[in-house]
């Protein structure tokens, strides 16, 4: 049976150090393509952050390896971008995935919810979080709380 590791990443929307995060991510994805068996890169697609992890691991998987690994979109709900772009989106991303339970609440609930399960199915949170607050903040909050491992890019990376 295939071992299957799970990352999941968080970030603020806006980010000041864009070359050192790519750098660093770059960093984490090498390290995790030569260790584990499988590993499946959960992203949102929310902010800046998501799509600096997004493209370092497209990066990584054509540089190093692709055969070990997959980039999946978790989107809270069917985006107008989205519905309006999907052959783009089926071409960037391995597989895509809705959230059931954040598409039938309210909006602005909704990225909170899918933020949850991605943590709940992480084995690992790869995060860039400088701010105690925002949506990122709490979801990192929030893996702390079940105990997940967290490496937070900002706490090395310099200003």
């Not at 260790?35 to 800046?48: P, S």
């Amino acid at each position: 049976m295939l071992d299957i590791f799970t990352v999941a990443f968080f970030g603020h929307r806006e980010i000041d150090n864009p070359f050192k995060i790519e750098e660093r991510l770059e960093e984490e994805i090498y390290r995790l393509l030569g260790e584990k068996e499988y590993v499946d890169f959960l992203v949102g697609r929310d902010g800046e952050f998501d799509q600096f992890a997004s493209s370092a691991v497209l990066r990584v998987r054509k540089r190093y390896r692709d055969d070990n690994s997959s980039l999946i979109l978790v989107l809270p709900y069917p985006k107008a971008d989205y519905l309006n772009n999907v052959e783009y989106y089926e071409e960037y991303y391995s597989e895509i995935e809705i959230s059931h339970a954040a598409s039938v609440v309210h909006p602005k609930a909704a990225i909170q919810i899918r933020n949850r399960e991605m943590v709940d199915r992480a084995d690992l949170i790869i995060c860039y979080i400088e701010h105690e607050k925002g949506g990122a903040w709490q979801s990192v909050q929030y893996a702390l709380k079940q105990n997940k491992n967290v490496i937070n890019l900002a706490e090395d990376i310099e200003k």
